[in-house]
């Protein structure tokens, strides 16, 4: 008779080694690897050089779920500021085969070389892109924003 | 001996219930808080309709809302797809009033949260969503001047205490409407300017009465909502707001490989959004295309945001002043509902193309490509264990 139960003990030993060890390699195992995330600054050169922009929410928050403002600021590579712009925006979301789910628009030039673009809404977290065309008498230039939720 | 046993038995059986206990890392903890109901923001005034919060408003419009007189036939009313003890939907795969429409009815909870209206976002408040039934023949089915007319027989004195004076009526044809039969419109185009106004004025006024009552429908609390304040607080899960494992994993799922919540998010469970996944047409029913044929339908709608009936300012256009006109993603689109009480109404899909939840989460495991447009989905392997998780941690959006 004891030695069914010395059996069953060592049964449980073994049972619970196995769940040390399962436990070790468990706990010590390396988090998955993070993917290197897209470019998230908020103020670069444009594309060909011509110009220095910047790209923020207007009130400093970013809300998911409502249309917002944000400004995009243009400066020369002197540091002066790019009046009479004419911007198109475009972007989406390219992990998600979409595009924006609004169409913002430059609705407003508020002096220094800052532009307010309404109509910014971001629907999901993730990777959004927004790609500005930017056309003054300096030239014409584009310049890619990544905001990352 | 068995003491010893005892013991050993009792370590086991608690290594195995602590298995059991949710785990979930910072950023899960974060995502689930954000779907919890108490994240929802109070109800914002709706400015374009300055009658959105009066009470009277809203017991007028509750008393239109079940009015079988607002119908050409005398029997449909806005309850009768909308039904009060069914969230507000009516459990058929495409809606029936005078005739069979080709659209599921949505349900209404948090309706009034909405930017667009409809599956397809054909209007864009909650005040003109409610007129277009009352137009459409195979909804309510009615006309302008005869709504016009019955408001005026039946609840006159209501009306003018809470919009004002009625137009005047002499010489207003019993039936008209730029939208109904040929003679119907030919009555129509015979009233002038200003009596079409008129009438279009108390037209819009029983949307915004309807909106009124509406807005007072909004989501109720849900085992995941317990679960998730619960887990929020750092307390103990206690009766019902424990989950079981299978949710637990379903839950898991759901916020993280199975990708739903990539779309359905925030307290409401949706992103306002308009997406084509790719769900199959109904063969027998009109071709549908989805939000992409809306968006000239809300730009020609008299009663939108940028029309003469909106109340207040312009700035509150901004989603139609914003709206994407044209891109490929539009091509059968169709709005992400929210999923709160969603296994209490089956079938599911704009019309109704899937009878249970189990079928929903097969759709969006296989991924099938869309008959036009591209689908925005990506084939996902679930087992059948995952497939099942996932459907009862949905039966957790109910009550």
């Given at each position: 008779m004891a030695s069914i139960w010395r059996y069953l003990l060592a049964g449980l030993g073994l049972a619970a080694l196995l769940v040390g060890v399962l436990a070790v390699v468990y706990l010590t195992a390396p988090q998955s690897a993070q993917p290197v995330g897209p470019d998230v600054s908020r103020a670069k050169s444009t594309d060909n050089g011509l110009f220095l922009a910047s790209f923020e929410p207007e009130r400093g928050v970013v809300r998911q779920g409502e249309l917002e403002s944000w400004l995009l600021t243009l400066k020369t590579k002197a540091g002066g500021p790019v009046e009479g712009a004419a911007i198109a925006i475009s972007g989406g979301m390219p992990q998600h085969n979409h595009g924006l789910p609004t169409s913002p628009q430059a609705t407003d030039y508020l002096g220094e070389g800052r532009y307010r673009i309404e109509g910014v809404k971001f629907t999901m977290s993730g990777w959004w892109q927004f790609h500005f065309a930017i056309s003054a008498t300096a030239g014409s230039d584009t310049v890619l924003f990544n905001v990352v939720l | 001996m068995k003491r010893l046993l005892c013991f050993l038995a009792l370590t086991v059986a608690a290594i195995l219930a602590g298995c059991g206990k949710p785990d979930f890392s910072d950023a899960q903890k974060k995502t689930i808080a954000s779907l919890a109901l108490n994240t929802l923001p109070s109800l914002k005034p709706d400015t374009t309709n300055r009658f959105a919060d009066l009470p009277a408003a809203a017991a007028l419009g509750s008393t239109l809302f079940f009015d079988l007189g607002m119908s050409r036939d005398g029997k449909v009313s806005c309850s009768t797809c909308h039904k009060i003890d069914r969230q507000f939907q009516d459990d058929l795969p495409q809606a029936v009033g005078v005739g069979r429409t080709n659209r599921r009815t949505m349900p209404l909870a948090g309706v009034a949260r909405d930017p667009w209206f409809f599956w397809d976002g054909r209007r864009d408040s909650l005040w003109s969503q409610a007129l277009t039934p009352l137009e459409n023949p195979l909804e309510q089915a009615g006309n302008r001047t005869a709504y016009a007319h019955y408001i005026k027989a039946r609840f006159g004195e209501r009306y003018e205490r809470i919009f004002g004076p009625l137009p005047d009526f002499s010489g207003i044809p019993p039936n008209a409407s730029p939208l109904g039969t040929d003679a119907e419109k030919a009555a129509w185009n015979a009233m002038s300017a200003a009596q079409q106004d008129g009438i279009n004025r108390v037209f819009a006024n029983i949307g915004k009465a309807i909106a009124a009552f509406e807005r007072s429908i909004e989501p109720t609390q849900t085992r995941f909502d317990r679960f998730a304040l619960d887990l929020a607080t750092g307390a103990e899960p206690k009766d019902d707001a424990a989950f079981s494992r299978e949710e637990i994993l379903g839950l898991k799922l759901f916020i993280?490989?199975?990708?739903?919540?990539?779309?359905?998010?925030g307290p409401r469970f949706t992103d306002n959004g308009f997406h084509n996944t790719g769900v199959p047409p109904v063969?027998?029913?009109?071709?549908d295309r989805g939000r992409v044929d809306a968006v000239a339908q809300v730009q020609a709608d008299p009663f939108n945001c940028f029309g003469a009936y909106r109340d207040g300012d312009v700035g509150a256009c901004g989603e139609l002043r914003f709206m994407v006109k044209d891109a490929p993603e539009l091509v059968r689109a169709y709005k992400t509902p929210s999923?709160?009480?969603?296994?209490?109404?089956?079938?599911?899909?704009h019309a109704g193309q899937f009878s249970s939840l189990d079928e929903v989460v097969a759709h969006y495991a296989r991924a099938a490509p869309s008959v036009e447009g591209t689908s925005e989905i990506h084939p996902l392997q679930l087992s059948d264990r995952e497939r099942s998780a996932l459907v009862a941690f949905l039966k957790t959006l109910s009550e």
């Open positions: - | 993280g490989k199975a990708n739903c919540v990539t779309c359905h998010n063969p027998d029913l009109p071709l999923l709160r009480g969603v296994a209490g109404r089956p079938p599911y899909m």
